[in-house]
């Protein structure tokens, strides 16, 4: 290991390990999986980075990892390379602001998803009413109405916004342990900015550890 090399560490979201962006051309889920945490450990033993994860987002995503049926050879070397660590809520300062801006999006994202359940109810009284219940094409029309409702409120109220204790833990232990945010999620990145926290593309994190692992000299 170099002499006095800095430590640097990172905290893990589970969209880094099921996004197709770390996979090779033709690599599965499972072999995209093991390269990477191999890349971790590498990293961890020769360049002192460490990396974490939230026991909440490691639950998520031994949850998603089974239901794709990866061996136990994933899980056995998750457990090793990726530390466990619950963030420090009541020791972690977040600032009044961050709460302020939390709020002010959430009242701003009730109101766009009013104005599409105001739309969609809207195209439904323009259906002809003669049809209901009898017709197919009604129910087709109905059944439209009803999936664009869905995808347009859940784009108003969730994309891009903090929606679950699983995402504040990440960055409640990132902020905790100034440590950068490895993520595909949109609404992470964008509050680990506000955060003022270091963050970094899951499809972009194997090439960021091999360039480590390049610069300083150390053979994978």
């Given at each position: 290991?170099?002499?006095?090399?800095?430590?640097?560490?990172?905290?893990?979201?589970?969209?880094?390990?099921?996004?197709?962006?770390?996979?090779?051309?033709?690599?599965?889920?499972?072999?995209?999986?093991?390269?990477?945490?191999?890349?971790?450990?590498?990293?961890?033993?020769?360049?002192?980075?460490?990396?974490?994860?939230?026991?909440?987002?490691?639950?998520?995503?031994?949850?998603?990892?089974?239901?794709?049926?990866?061996?136990?050879?994933?899980?056995?070397?998750?457990?090793?390379?990726?530390?466990?660590?619950?963030?420090?809520?009541?020791?972690?300062?977040?600032?009044?602001?961050?709460?302020?801006?939390?709020?002010?999006?959430?009242?701003?994202?009730?109101?766009?998803?009013?104005?599409?359940?105001?739309?969609?109810?809207?195209?439904?009284?323009?259906?002809?009413?003669?049809?209901?219940?009898?017709?197919?094409?009604?129910?087709?029309?109905?059944?439209?109405?009803?999936?664009?409702?869905?995808?347009?409120?859940?784009q108003a109220l969730?994309?891009?916004?903090?929606?679950?204790?699983?995402?504040?833990?990440?960055?409640?232990?990132?902020?905790?342990?100034?440590?950068?945010?490895?993520?595909?999620?949109?609404?992470?990145?964008?509050?680990?900015?506000?955060?003022?926290?270091?963050?970094?593309r899951g499809g972009?994190?194997?090439?960021?550890?091999?360039?480590?692992?390049?610069?300083t000299g150390v053979?994978?």
């Amino acid at each position: 290991m170099p002499p006095e090399l800095p430590r640097q560490q990172f905290v893990l979201d589970t969209s880094l390990f099921i996004t197709e962006a770390i996979r090779e051309p033709e690599e599965s889920l499972e072999d995209a999986v093991l390269r990477l945490l191999d890349l971790i450990a590498t990293a961890r033993l020769q360049l002192n980075i460490s990396c974490h994860m939230p026991p909440s987002i490691h639950d998520e995503l031994v949850t998603m990892l089974r239901e794709r049926d990866v061996s136990e050879e994933v899980f056995e070397r998750l457990e090793t390379w990726v530390v466990r660590k619950s963030p420090d809520r009541y020791g972690v300062d977040i600032p009044a602001d961050i709460v302020y801006q939390f709020v002010d999006e959430m009242s701003d994202r009730v109101d766009r998803g009013l104005r599409v359940s105001e739309e969609a109810l809207r195209e439904v009284e323009q259906l002809d009413p003669d049809k209901l219940g009898s017709g197919e094409e009604y129910m087709t029309e109905a059944d439209r109405v009803l999936s664009n409702l869905r995808d347009k409120y859940r784009q108003a109220l969730r994309q891009g916004v903090l929606d679950s204790r699983e995402d504040f833990d990440l960055l409640v232990l990132a902020k905790e342990l100034d440590a950068g945010v490895v993520t595909e999620d949109r609404g992470i990145i964008a509050w680990a900015d506000r955060f003022g926290l270091r963050y970094v593309r899951g499809g972009q994190f194997p090439t960021l550890l091999e360039e480590y692992l390049r610069a300083t000299g150390v053979e994978e």
